[in-house]
């Protein structure tokens, strides 16, 4: 190396320039040792599997795929939205019941504790006066015209002595008034003939159906979605990690270089404190990234229903080659299987909610002004009675009654309900018409956007190829060119910048098309997004045409076998007012 110093710094920098010159005729170098060093699944693009360390660690190994299949299998508003189509099934077979016919039982049984008809069950069937008791039965008073007159007035004096002494209510003693023990046994049928509001309200109740089965499949792909992006920006994140501690090491790098120049006497203090100033700048930057990265999992774990404490290994990575075309199996399958694949604002899901909330609305409307239509419908009533004279009646006693009617009612005045319920209804159906035209108006623009994005995307993605090749090429020239003292430290600084960006836009640019290709892929079927403020309520009430209907619809005919056949009410079966 020489004798004294002199010679001993020039062996040193003559070593470090053959050192350096076949480092750089080789292409190795802090980077190119680090892009070596990485595994398959950081080098290469598609959907493969990490380092084999992360299964050392215990951690679960979660793929794209798997983390939505766990999503869609555990999430809470996918189960909130098949519940409210459920319950938009119930309401629709409530209201098609009432095209059926109504049939009901019934068992009854009454106790008499005092009847009005006691005093006619008391009276005596003898004469109050003394003497002779007075026939059980009087003879039939027959005139003969060929008697005396006298022996015709004696005959009919006789007749009428008797009929006074006699119970004149002797012979309603056996008919059900006042009786002690009532049991009946009976059966009640309707039939709607003729009813409009039922008409409506049934046909209401499909529409909210329907958009309850179009909101089910709209959750699960805004669910998708969501899962792929949190995904991603888990990878991104870890990518993210990678550059700054790269970056990182990189400025502890060049701060021991400027240490040993500091110590030779080739640099300057000022130099040696700008290296220890970069490298501590870089310092909260990977403290931020590994900040980011904790919160980017704990959204994804919390979309997967995953315990927060569980450690998590991605292995689907971002790629970088054209193999980020592709879309999750899980996607595409929900995709094909799909029957809409049109990207057109008419085949938006939420159009289509907004489209069968004017159904319903208009079902409603015919509801409403079928009130004023008559309601025909038929009814029977067909009972078992017995009026035993105490314990239990046998099969001897009852007695059959059975009854048909048919029942035609016509409102003629209900005190303005039934305009102002058709009031209503029109003003129902016009906000829902306002709500339809203003969706659309959403959905076009939101698709419009989605798809600028993702030409956005597809160009960035194309502008960054290549780029991190040359920037991670530019900073071993320049770090070789900073220790032959050839360029200043600055020059270093802003090579390290440039790679630093480049690898990060190149990360960020992957993440992007992924998202933006998922997003059209799934576009049909996703709620509207970046709503404006204005409008956000409308396209909230036009997603959410699965509330359930006011419907009311006719209790099942109770039938009342203990009144007489002729005093019974006609039961109607027909829709109860709200």
């Not at 990485?38 to 190994?61: I, S």
């Not at 790629?319 to 996607?331: F, I, R």
């Not at 108006?441 to 597809?458: G, I, P, V, Y």
Request: glycine share 8%; charged share 15%; hydrophobic share 40%.
């Amino acid at each position: 190396l020489g004798a004294g110093r002199g010679g001993t710094l020039a062996g040193i920098m003559g070593f470090r320039k053959l050192a350096c010159a076949l480092a750089l005729a080789a292409g190795v170098g802090p980077m190119a040792a680090r892009a070596a060093a990485q595994t398959p699944a950081q080098n290469h693009a598609g959907d493969t599997t990490v380092a084999a360390g992360d299964t050392a660690t215990g951690a679960r190994q979660l793929s794209l795929d798997e983390a939505l299949r766990l999503a869609g299998a555990s999430s809470e508003d996918i189960g909130i939205a098949r519940a409210e189509a459920e319950r938009a099934e119930g309401a629709r077979q409530s209201a098609r019941s009432l095209y059926f016919p109504q049939l009901a039982a019934s068992v009854n049984y009454t106790r008499t504790l005092r009847s009005q008809f006691r005093s006619l069950e008391g009276a005596d069937t003898t004469t109050s006066t003394p003497g002779p008791p007075a026939p059980v039965s009087c003879p039939v008073f027959t005139p003969n015209p060929s008697l005396p007159v006298t022996a015709r007035l004696d005959s009919l004096e006789q007749a009428v002595v008797c009929a006074s002494s006699v119970n004149p209510f002797a012979g309603f003693q056996n008919l059900p008034f006042g009786r002690p023990n009532q049991y009946s046994v009976g059966l009640a049928f309707s039939q709607q003939v003729f009813n409009l509001r039922t008409i409506g309200q049934s046909e209401a109740a499909s529409a909210q159906l329907r958009g309850a089965r179009i909101g089910v499949a709209s959750t699960e792909a805004q669910l998708m979605l969501d899962v792929t992006q949190a995904y991603y920006d888990a990878v991104l994140s870890d990518r993210l990690v990678q550059i700054a501690e790269a970056t990182l090491e990189q400025a502890d790098t060049t701060l021991s270089q400027a240490q040993l120049a500091k110590q030779v006497g080739n640099q300057s203090e000022f130099e040696l404190l700008q290296a220890r100033v970069t490298r501590d700048n870089q310092r909260p930057v990977v403290i931020q990234r590994h900040a980011d990265r904790e919160l980017a999992y704990l959204r994804l774990k919390q979309l997967l229903n995953v315990p927060l404490e569980q450690t998590v290994a991605l292995t689907t990575t971002l790629g970088d080659s054209a193999a980020t075309s592709g879309l999750p199996a899980q996607v595409a399958s929900f995709t094909a299987a799909a029957p809409n694949a049109d990207t057109s604002a008419e085949a938006r899901a939420p159009v289509r909610q907004a489209d069968e909330a004017v159904a319903a609305q208009r079902g409603l409307l015919k509801a409403s002004t079928g009130q004023r239509w008559p309601a025909i419908s038929l009814t029977s009533n067909f009972s078992e009675i017995a009026y035993p004279a105490s314990g239990i009646p046998s099969t001897g006693d009852f007695l059959t009654d059975w009854s048909v009617a048919v029942s035609l009612s016509v409102p003629i005045f209900v005190g303005g309900r039934i305009g102002g319920d058709v009031h209503s209804a029109r003003a129902g159906l016009a906000s829902a018409e306002q709500r339809l035209h203003q969706t659309r108006q959403l959905a076009r623009l939101d698709s419009r956007t989605a798809e600028t994005q993702l030409a956005a995307a597809l160009a960035a993605w194309e502008a960054s190829e290549g780029t991190g090749e040359q920037a991670s090429r530019a900073y071993q020239i320049a770090e070789i060119r900073y220790r032959e003292g050839i360029s200043t430290q600055t020059e270093l600084s802003d090579s390290r910048i440039q790679l630093q960006q480049a690898e990060a836009n190149r990360a960020r640019a992957a993440r992007d098309l992924k998202v933006a290709r998922t997003r059209v892929a799934l576009l049909p079927y996703l709620p509207l997004a970046n709503v404006p403020s204005t409008a956000a309520g409308a396209a909230a009430q036009a997603t959410q045409s699965a509330q359930p209907l006011e419907i009311g619809p006719a209790p099942a005919p109770t039938p009342n076998p203990s009144a007489p056949a002729g005093t019974r009410p006609a039961i109607q079966a027909g829709v109860a007012s709200p």
